[in-house]
């Protein structure tokens, strides 16, 4: 990954994380709950406006990696005064988020997920319209790789587009195939281009996954797209929103069945700078599709109930609306705390596998 890369995702990433940050903004205050501070980015403060009607901190800060939402209240379970008016019973002042109903925090924590489905989901629609869908035609860019096929151990990668076979000029995605199906068994020169420069390789087609007597190299064209009407991509923008939540979900119940089978699956932010990066090379369809994933990925990350998450902080406010009564907020803090400590040893965890895959070369795709 080049340094350009590196600060694409990142900028993509705290855009992501700031809209997520103002799914809260949003909800609470139409809760009536006062934003005390509304920042972009960590660290130390560059920028900052407070705006005289609201009282709310507008903040650039110095580390643009995503944001924060700070309510009046949010954190005010740790703070001593406030804990001995829980403890007593004392009412909070009605614009603090410990006053409000159960219901009014749970939509205030929920916010900002949905933010990010509905991020997903105008990213995807968006595309669609300016760019189109993929159409059943394929290009001559390599998108996908099987492993242990030819154009794998010839060193060809996702990004790479097809130039020429056995000297005859291929511009024609579906010329391309016909010509590799056509040569089973027999070497074909192929000249590819990477990065403006053109690579040559000797490889030979051999039978694919189906078995079929037709050659295969092993890769998957990267299809072409075609423009359709607004009906169309909402309901195509809908379909792979859909089926990227459902997959995710179903991902992550194997992950708690068969933590084995499926750990290496599960990619963290070192690998979603990867796949951003790769995206890049495919054009913008591509690179948007990537951007929704990731969005969505942050929206369901933020539901799971794991401490110190979105979640985790709704499971609290759920108990509470069962039980009719608050948790103990010392005990809630513990549970957080402990939690997020356990969030850094799976994150570490998940690094660890992105490092591996980078290292050995396998793609996202």
Known sequence: ???????????????????????????ARRNGVRVTDFAVGFGPTILRWTSPRSGTNYRLNLLPMGGYCQMKGEDGKSEAEQQREFRTGETFEHDNFQAKRPWQRLAIIGAGPVSNFITALVILFVSAVAFGV???????????????Y????????????????????ISDGNILVDTINRSLGKPIRVVYERNGRDRTVTVTPIVGPDGKQVGHLGFQPLPAMQRVGVGTAAAYSWDQFSTVVTRTFGLLGSLVRHPSSVAGQITGPIGMARATAQAEQFGPPVFLFVAAMISISLGIINLLPIPAMDGGRAVFIIVEMLRGRPVDPEKEALVHVGGFAVLIVLMLAVSYHDVAAAIAGRSVF
Do not use: C, W
């Not at 080049?2 to 903004?25: D, K, M, N, R």
């Not at 993929?134 to 242990?148: E, R």
């Not at 030819?150 to 587009?161: C, I, S, V, W």
């Open 1 to 27: 990954m080049t340094a350009a890369q590196i600060v694409v995702f990142l900028v993509l990433l705290s855009v992501l994380v700031v809209l997520h940050e103002y799914g809260h903004f949003f909800a």
């Open 134 to 148: 993929p159409s059943d035609a394929p290009t001559t860019m390599i998108y996908q790789l099987l492993p242990n």
């Open 150 to 169: 030819p154009a794998q151990r010839a060193g060809m990668l996702p990004g790479d587009r097809i130039v020429s076979i056995d000297g005859k000029t």
